[in-house]
Nanobody, 123 residues
């Protein structure tokens, strides 16, 4: 069992930056891939980025490539999503999720989810 808690969301102007954190507790952190997804009302959950916490391999969606990065703090058991050059279309609820699969991009492959954090980018 893994518990995930996101933090760091908020309101930012277009072109600004935010850092989201996903704090994990429970089973050994390094045996999981941690993914970030986002969702807007009426739409399906969209893959953003993922990291295999053991190998640090990553997968990134084309929509955020070059603007978002993902990192891991093994001491704090957190995976962070650094979001730069934010655009209004990045506005969504952002979720982190955990899976024993290798950095999948499909939400149904993730077993554990956080409660989400709102990110709003104003134009």
């Amino acid at each position: 069992q893994v518990q995930l808690v996101e933090s760091g969301g908020g309101l930012v102007q277009a072109g600004g930056s935010l850092r989201l954190n996903c704090a994990a507790s429970g089973r050994t952190f390094s045996t999981y891939s941690i993914g970030w997804f986002r969702q807007t009302p009426g739409k399906e959950r969209e893959f953003v980025m993922a990291m295999d916490t053991s190998s640090r391999s990553t997968r990134v969606a084309d929509s955020v490539k070059g603007r978002f990065t993902i990192s891991r703090d093994s001491v704090k058991n957190t995976v962070s999503l650094q979001m730069n050059s934010l655009k209004p279309e990045d506005t969504a609820v952002y979720y982190c999720a955990a899976t024993t699969a290798f950095i999948p991009a499909r939400s149904y492959e993730y077993d554990y989810w956080g409660q989400g954090t709102q990110v709003t980018v104003s134009s």
